[in-house]
């Protein structure tokens, strides 16, 4: 039925100039437009594709719906007209696999549609995918000179594409006369939408600036007569796509509703039947119509930048465990937003030829919110967009510059269809962002500072700072503003506990190693309102907390204001409802009355002062952190009694684990007449501690069993070879395909990771009661293996796992984990000369207890070794190794037989190492025995070389 156009395709007349209008165009091109009937389009029929590769069950039903009485008529002349315009077709004969239900249900018209139910059949197809546009990115479409507009509808869009003969049984429907199948795209099948898109997009490819959803189609022009050119172009693109429009909906001028939008000369606004529904919306009775409600207020979010400061009060009545009560202030909000939303709110079209700003705003109580505008030539501004949203619950306790840091990107990301590429400008009220967004990255040392301005890297921008900036998108909107700046910096809502910030646990430890210093009670309960408390009593604490609270700069604050030691992260603390400062958003400024307890509860697991100040800084800060934690290891009488012997030569590593159980080492060692195993991952270092009731290669298995079946299996497992570890064990890794590494005979050094381990592990259990060993070992696992690594438990697990102490809860995020680099020590050992008069502790070189104190009268002439007075009056000679100073003074009286002694002892000591002097080793072991009054016999499986080495 289509005819030939005697036009190009440019839309310009071949034979003469007459102007066009919209009813002679209608006129030229009838064939296009019928409101009654469709026919198919042209191209290749569609076909529905099965899913491929998986078992697909068909689904068949076999009882029709019944269609209600009074819809009887309308629904037998709606099946007539499908049937007469060939869009559906009676099913006879021969049985289908596919049947779906059909109903029908009314329209407002008096009229029925037929609605098929394909949900079976979509879950097997694979969808043609088509991009499918938004109504904001059809506003995005609006070109700022556009003036004059024209609108077409498709009539039953789905109907005009033609199923190929393969397709149409997929679609068979049961109806109470029969079955029936679709020789048309069928609506409700997932794939005809992508396929209708598909082929109406290119369709009117040829079409300039045309904007189309769906069945909607929106020309867009300067002037009627641009407008006009542009609709024939469309006419002849339908004609030869045999496309057909509805007659009845066509619209043309300067003011059209399009996509739920009221498209002006003037710009874009809510369509009148949007305000309407709100305007008209009743006082809602139930969760139901509060959501019904707020998902209309929700389409009109480009409107408006503070939509989700406005319905915040409505928000909270979703709220799960919440009963609904509706009370005044919802009443408040529920008018409010009703007269905000129907009042004169229009955007302009984006015009690039203009300066582009987005002012942002965050408010810790109701979320984030924007306005994208462009200043005119005469610098007055021109709404493009708003935006805003809620906070996660997460968000919400972000630090103010986090805050606002996070509104500016969340923003940025919304408008980017409009700022990617472009050089725009940022507006915020938080002046400390300006320098942040100044600083190399490499320079920001807040981690989720970082990730927020990573995410920005490819847009550019500067960033200004302007006071009361919510005055602009006031103007902007021509309205009053209701989002208030001061909501910035208010704490957290009533309903949100310290319970939902901060982990809350209870611990004990032994009061027997209690810091020395610390004037406090049984560590018994301590928990966060504890921490609430001491904070509250503490005067200068809550002095910074109230000049934080009231936004003071530090240049404001007298000298000696207790909030000037915070000067370095003054621009990263926040505030924890109304009593608890943090900083860098997850650690706890501790009050001053807490802080020796807080050392010992991190100091359970006896670590040395880097991991121990690692495991701190973790959770918590306050000045003089890393000076008091050096203090109270020096004051842990078991850590100093029970330290472990200087170091000797550094290991040699062997080849690098690069994962978690990857390789593992295992070794047995006795303990208080008990005999244990200890299994240790040698990428992270993390221990497995089993006590045995049998050191059996069968017993050994099984525990190795167990851990394998739970964690997986290792490529590599190394031991010391032992009776435990030889035929049956080998037979074990070969028969799950692991490798047996043993150590060299008498050299356990080469498993040097176990035998570390079970050192570390025996010196835990000695300082630990055995019922505290657990709680111990987990406080050991978690620390930081140095300042510049992370923890076993975190290497081990990819997380930092909950320990018993207090801590600020883990935020989403994040992020990827570091990889650790295990480099083999160069460093030495970290000894230093000692001077006369130094105040030293003596390690025994048999039991390797360091149980004596004295202070040194001399060194030997080699400067490594020294004598030492005793408390006792005696006088020893001793290597650096076996000494360690004290940093403390003491002082005990001198025994005068004690300096004679010790004056031979210095001479003797200088003639044996005198040059050209040629000693025995025998003789080396006699002098030493000589001048120390003690002698210390070396081991016996030992050379005597090594003996006389170990003499001096």
Known sequence: RRQDSEHDRDGTRQNDNTADTIDSLVAEFADVFDDKEVTPMAGAPMHIHLREGVNVRPTRISTARLIPLHYREEAEKAIELFVRSG????????????????????KPNGKVRLVVDYKGINNQIRRPIHPFPCPRDIIRGILPTSRYFIKLDAVQGYYQIPLDDDSKDLTTFLLPSGRYRFARAPMGLNSSSDEWCSRSDAAFAPVPNLIKIVDDALIQAPTEREALRLLRIALVCSREHNITLSRKKIEAGNDISFAGYKITDKGVKPDESKLSAIRDFPQPKDITTVRSFLGLVNQLGFFVPDLAHMTDMLRRLLKKNIAFQWLAEHQSAFEQIKALLVSDMIVKPFDTALRTEILTDASRLHGLGYALVQRNEDDSLRLIQCGSRSLLPAESRYATNELEALAIAWAITDCKFYLAGANFT??????????????????????RLLRIREKLVNFTFDIVWTPGKVHFIADALSRSPIFHPDAINDALSDDEGIADICAVHTYTVDNSYVYETADVQSLQNFNMEVMQSAAREDEAYSSTLRALREGKQLRDL???????????????????????????????IVPRSLRAKILQLIHQGHAGYVRTKALAQEYYFWPSMKRDIQKMIEQCEPCQRLRPSLPKEPLQLHKKAT????????????HEGREFLVTVDRFSGYPFVHKLRSTSTAAIINILAEILNVWGFPVEIMTDGGPQFRTEFNSYCLQHDIRHRKSSPYNPQSNGLAEAAVKNVKHLMMRTPSEDFPAALAIWRATPRSHQEDSPSK??????????????????????????????????????????????RLQDPISRRWTETGIIQSACESGRSYFVKTENGSVRQRNRRFLKKIDHEASFEANPEAEERHEADKAECEKKHAPNTQLKRGRKMKTYADAAKRAIS?????SARLAGKKAD
């Not at 915020?428 to 320079?443: I, M, S």
């Not at 593992?664 to 006795?670: A, E, G, K, P, R």
């Open 426 to 447: 940022v507006v915020t009220d938080h002046r400390p962002l300006v320098g942040t967004f100044a600083k190399p990255l490499g320079e920001i040392a807040n981690a």
């Open 558 to 588: 007298p000298r000696d204001h207790p909030a000037r030691a915070y000067r370095d992260q003054w621009e990263q603390m926040s505030i924890c409802q109304d009593d608890i400062l943090i900083v860098d958003f997850m650690r706890i």
């Open 795 to 840: 290497l081990f697990l990819g997380r930092k796992p909950r320990i018993a102490i207090p801590t600020l809860s883990a935020t989403s995020s994040c992020q990827g984990e570091k990889l650790q680099e295990q480099t083999p020590s160069t460093e030495k050992s970290g000894k230093h000369q000692l001077q006369t008069g130094d105040r030293v």
């Open 659 to 670: 994962e978690p159980m990857e390789s593992i080492s295992m070794d047995l060692f006795h």
């Open 938 to 942: 070396p081991p016996k499986r030992r």
């Open 87 to 106: 869009v559906i077709e009676k099913v006879t004969g021969n049985p289908t696999d596919w049947v779906a239900p059909a109903f029908f249900v009314p």
